[in-house]
T-cell receptor, first 112, second 113 residues
């Protein structure tokens, strides 16, 4: 059974620091890896999608990488801000009969 | 911009009521999904539809049914609501195929009393 794991479940860092969120998956035949942000009580906002032929994607202060051989993806956030406080989820998308498999997320708190 | 719209942000229903949650997407996506999200359990797939009138059970289909009569609309039905169905419900859509991106609605917080 394919699984996606995110460790740690929660993380607190001071404002201004660079940080890395981790995502690991068991299926080496993964197609896409997608990162989402979720604010409390809200839906999921897509941040970055790394497609099967790519190794990383960047958007502003965010950079996501994908290493299929090691079964890992990372989301790098530069110069963190209090507004970055949210839960970040990673998911396998595409393939797998088109189903989406989620990790349980990392709850990030940026300390002012 | 892709839009996935859920009909309600908040709903309060009584035990035993029949409840309809509606989801509409405007990008001509083939795939549509219903998830529920509970603290500590993450997102769990209830049902998945890959075409009009086509559906597959997800991990937790018990107590739920779905309807997809038109490509843009996917409905989740709670035949007889129970208190253990109190949850956040999230709808998503995507194109079929390998290099596809998923988009989510804003969520419906359902409370069954």
């Amino acid at each position: 059974k394919q699984e996606v794991t995110q460790i740690p479940a929660a993380l607190s860092v001071p404002e201004g620091e660079n940080l890395v969120l981790n995502c690991s998956f068991t299926d080496s035949a993964i197609y896409n890896l997608q990162w989402f942000r979720q604010d409390p009580g809200k839906g999921l906002t897509s941040l970055l999608l790394i497609q099967s032929s790519q190794r990383e994607q960047t958007s502003g202060r965010l950079n996501a990488s994908l290493d299929k051989s090691s079964g890992r993806s990372t989301l790098y956030i530069a110069a963190s801000q209090p507004g970055d406080s949210a839960t970040y989820l990673c998911a396998q998308t595409g393939g797998l009969g088109d189903k989406i498999i989620f990790g349980k997320g990392t709850r990030l708190h940026i300390l002012p | 911009d892709v839009k996935v719209t859920q009909s309600s942000r908040y709903l309060v229903k009584r035990t035993g009521e029949k409840v309809f949650l509606e989801c509409v997407q405007d990008m001509d996506h083939e795939n549509m999904f219903w998830y529920r999200q509970d603290p500590g359990l993450g997102l769990r797939l209830i049902y998945f539809s890959y075409d009009v009138k086509m559906k597959e059970k997800g991990d937790i289909p018990e107590g739920y049914s779905v309807s997809r009569e038109k490509k843009e609309r996917f409905s989740l039905i709670l035949e007889s609501a129970s208190t253990n169905q109190t949850s956040m419900y999230l709808c998503a859509s995507s194109f079929r195929g390998l290099d596809t991106e998923a988009f989510f609605g804003q969520g419906t917080r359902l409370t069954v009393v």
